[in-house]
């Protein structure tokens, strides 16, 4: 049974940092493409950072600022967010790609509930 669990969100300043954790059950980290999703009310989900045996990728909005990567000992994706703005604001999702590789934002399949991120 495949799951995923967000925390870390919360309320910061304009210009702070939060780190966003996913913890996985059910399969292992290191064999799946992994990916940071965020939604605000009103628009459509958009990938923010993804992570494969080649690397991570980044939104370009994000790139400087936000860093991906697996604690494959603990089954568990990272988001670290540095330099927030008011426009990060949003649902922050992690998920699973179903498909091979990790050369695009659609794919994923599994998804977790979300963890909300204000910045303000």
């Known amino acids: 049974h495949v799951q995923l669990v967000e925390s870390g969100g919360g309320s910061v300043q304009a210009g702070g940092s939060l780190t966003l954790s996913c913890a996985a059950s059910?399969?292992?980290?290191?064999?799946?493409?992994m990916g940071w999703f965020r939604q605000t009310p009103g628009t459509e989900r958009e990938g923010v950072a993804r992570?494969?045996?080649?690397?991570?990728r980044y939104a370009d909005s994000v790139t400087g600022r936000f860093t991906v990567s697996k604690d494959v000992a603990k089954n568990t994706l990272i988001l670290q967010m540095n330099g927030l703005k008011s426009e990060d604001s949003a649902m922050y999702y992690c998920?699973?790609?179903?498909?091979?590789?990790?050369?695009?934002?659609?794919?994923?399949?599994?998804w977790g509930q979300g963890t909300q991120v204000t910045v303000s």
């Open positions: 059910g399969f292992s980290i290191s064999r799946r493409c």
């Open positions: 992570i494969g045996s080649s690397g991570p």
């Open positions: 998920a699973a790609r179903n498909l091979p590789g990790c050369n695009a934002w659609s794919g994923f399949n599994d």
